[in-house]
T-cell receptor, first 114, second 117 residues
Framework: AQSVAQPEDQVNVAEGNPLTVKCTYSVSGNPYLFWYVQYPNRGLQFLLKYITGDNLVKGSYGFEAEFNKSQTSFHLKKPSALVSDSALYFC????????????FGDGTTLTVKP | DTGVSQNPRHKITKRGQNVTFRCDPISEHNRLYWYRQTLGQGPEFLTY????????KSRLLSDRFSAERPKGSFSTLEIQRTEQGDSAMYLC???????????????FGNGTRLTVT
């Protein structure tokens, strides 16, 4: 079985401040981890993924995420938030096999205030 | 690359009726997924195909749900004898997986919103 927890329903930050959106996962074996973003009335869009190697991965729009195996976490970060980053963010996990199923968290709403 | 296309965008039906949704994936993608999303929840896995083969189906999926992907191109998701609890956004996604432990991200469509009255 595999699962994802996003402990915060909502994260509020001021524009220009750093942001963190938290994600922890549970999976048997090694994980593949993903972050997706959903803007209003738009489909989910891929931001970044972790497969193996460097624990800090960089993605689209200046986002990055840090993989921590001991804490089973994959937190999304950005050094300086923009108002346009306001959206719904989903973390997802997949086993490191050929299996296709990805399991998603319930999402975190990020609001960046000017 | 025209993206993943889902039709219809919205569907309102009465309880007990059957509904069918269509998904056209990105043309070169070999995998196609169906997810269901309700308000305040993340996408919930329903089933996925590799080419025309249905490789996994959620155990939570009732027998009223069936999906097909003839010829490995577009896919249809049918819900028979709809219930109010089926009201949700139904998402389709596609990916190109080479099966070499290099996972490809999912490309999602905009979804079909089903309302069962």
């Amino acid at each position: 079985a595999q699962s994802v927890a996003q402990p915060e329903d909502q994260v509020n930050v001021a524009e220009g401040n750093p942001l963190t959106v938290k994600c922890t996962y549970s999976v048997s074996g090694n994980p593949y981890l993903f972050w997706y973003v959903q803007y209003p009335n738009r489909g989910l869009q891929f931001l970044l993924k972790y497969i193996t190697g460097d624990n800090l991965v960089k993605g689209s729009y200046g986002f990055e995420a840090e993989f921590n195996k001991s804490q089973t976490s994959f937190h999304l970060k950005k050094p300086s938030a923009l108002v346009s980053d306001s959206a719904l963010y989903f973390c997802a996990v997949r086993r490191d096999t050929n299996a296709g199923k990805s399991t998603f968290g319930d999402g975190t709403t990020l609001t960046v205030k000017p | 690359d025209t993206g993943v296309s889902q039709n219809p965008r919205h569907k309102i039906t009465k309880r007990g009726q059957n509904v069918t949704f269509r998904c056209d994936p990105i043309s070169e993608h070999n995998r196609l997924y169906w997810y269901r999303q309700t308000l305040g929840q993340g996408p919930e896995f329903l089933t996925y195909f590799q080419n025309e083969a249905q490789l996994e189906k959620s155990r939570l999926l009732s027998d009223r749900f069936s999906a097909e992907r003839p010829k490995g191109s577009f896919s249809t998701l049918e819900i028979q004898r709809t219930e109010q609890g089926d009201s949700a956004m139904y998402l389709c996604a596609s990916s190109f997986d080479r099966g070499l432990k290099i996972p490809s991200p999912l490309h999602f469509g905009n979804g079909t919103r089903l309302t069962v009255t």
